[in-house]
């Protein structure tokens, strides 16, 4: 996940200490919102994405669970999800996604909140948004949701209509929106780049801006489920998205438009952003290196950072990645199965520099990158370690000096944020800036 209000723009948020190790000094949110400092990222603890049920009201056409509207046997009931909230809160880690299939459908939904938030768990919910009306609206800020996510595809109601499988859901999420915003509920919206959803990207920023939405997540497609049947995004269409998603962002910030922009799921985001940053002369740009070096990019994303619990209580490395299981909750605690090091494949993600092959393996920007996706990769080739298919950076851009090699001794600086970092070297950085 690429911060690009606070990397490109500088707008520090709730989640910074969390993603880049700098501690909140330019806002003060409020307690249920805010995310501990991370002493390092290689030790964070997951954000937990919870898929609470497999049902959902809609027929997408990206849905990595394949859901439908009917009822699915064998889910979580509500005393063996107490359980997991209790060892998760033990556990200590970040934040607890609830996602679905639609979450709420789940009639314990605000239950589950409740005692999640008893335990002291960061809540967070991504949903599709049309069963949002002012009384639940009313319920996610009682239950002090530190963020409700509203997945919405367009500007143009026909194409997200079309990709939501459901004529007029468009207006019934737009109406979510406006009841969390009413409220007072911190409310973001969250679109997946596709073939058509990356195209009319500048009306979608003049809605973010005329609704008040308070933060927008672009991710890029991950192919799983019914999503398989999806053709990945051209790169060159891509970076174009990439580039529209830069440029806004900056753009609202430098005009006091308070709102955080995030792109999600491939991690080659960051080296593009610092590459513009250098294009620009930007006086930031070393800081914004030895924050996405912090970051690490999906080096600790999926398998470390990043969990995933579905319906039936299968744990994998992220919800994209549900093909390969590693235990389940129902016979051992999540905290278990995480910090397990017989389990192969999630210690090799744990540490998955060595394995990292093909063109990601030999870029400049490993380091910062982290080898991006590796249930893409999996899903798109069937070997988890090959390059991630969806690196849109040219030869020229990724080949010369790689930048934090592990086997190069590295010195610790102190960055403008504070906190200790490693410091790219002065021939190193002059190289990149064309010196």
Not at 116 to 136: F, M, P, Y
Not at 191 to 197: A, E, N, Q
Not at 222 to 240: F, N, T, Y
Request: net charge neutral; with cysteine; charged share 25%.
């Amino acid at each position: 996940m690429l911060d690009v209000s606070v990397l490109y723009a500088g707008h520090e948020t709730a989640s910074t200490p969390h993603r880049y190790g700098r501690a909140i000094t330019q806002i003060n949110p409020p307690e249920h919102q805010k995310m501990a400092v991370a002493k390092s990222a290689k030790e964070r603890r997951p954000i937990v994405i919870w898929n609470l049920t497999r049902t959902c009201n809609l027929h997408c056409e990206h849905c990595y669970t394949h859901s439908e509207a009917r009822r699915y046997a064998g889910e979580l009931d509500t005393r063996e999800c107490f359980n997991v909230l209790d060892d998760l809160a033990e556990f200590k880690v970040p934040a607890v996604l609830f996602s679905g299939g639609e979450p709420l459908i789940r009639p314990d939904l605000f239950e589950l909140a409740a005692y999640a938030r008893g335990k002291g768990l960061h809540v967070v919910l991504s949903t599709n948004g049309t069963l949002i009306t002012r009384e639940i609206a009313q319920k996610l800020k009682d239950h002090k949701f530190a963020y409700v996510g509203i997945s919405l595809d367009s500007a143009i109601p026909a194409i997200h209509d079309k990709f939501r499988g459901l004529p007029g859901a468009w207006q019934k999420t737009m109406d979510g929106f406006r009841h969390c915003k009413a409220v007072g509920q911190k409310v973001g919206l969250r679109l997946t780049l596709t073939r058509d959803t990356c195209e009319n990207l500048d009306l979608l920023f003049d809605l973010i801006e005329r609704e008040g939405i308070d933060r927008a997540c672009f991710y890029h497609l991950v192919p799983a489920g019914r999503g398989d049947a999806l053709s990945e995004v051209p790169h060159e269409r891509a970076r174009a998205a990439v580039e529209t998603i830069f440029t806004r962002s900056r753009d609202f910030i430098r005009r006091g438009k308070s709102i955080e922009i995030l792109t999600v799921d491939n991690a080659c985001d960051g080296p593009a952003l610092y590459l513009r940053m250098l294009r620009e002369n930007d006086p930031r740009a070393r800081q914004v290196l030895e924050m996405l070096r912090f970051n690490g990019g999906a080096r600790w994303g999926p398998g470390v950072a990043i969990g995933d619990i579905d319906f039936l209580g299968n744990v994998h490395a992220d919800q994209f990645s549900m093909k390969r299981t590693y235990g389940n909750v129902r016979e051992r605690k999540f905290s278990e199965i995480w910090m397990d090091p017989s389990i192969g494949h999630l210690a090799a993600l744990k540490e998955r520099m060595p394995h990292i092959q093909g063109r990601c393996s030999t870029c400049r920007f490993k380091w910062l990158c982290g080898g991006s996706l590796r249930s893409r990769s999996e899903n798109a080739t069937g070997n988890p370690w090959a390059s991630d298919p969806a690196c849109y950076l040219t030869d020229e851009e990724i080949s010369g000096e790689m930048l934090f090699p592990e086997a190069m001794p590295e010195k610790t600086g102190r960055s403008p944020g504070g906190i200790g970092l490693p410091v790219l070297s002065p021939s190193s950085h002059a190289a990149l800036c064309g010196a």
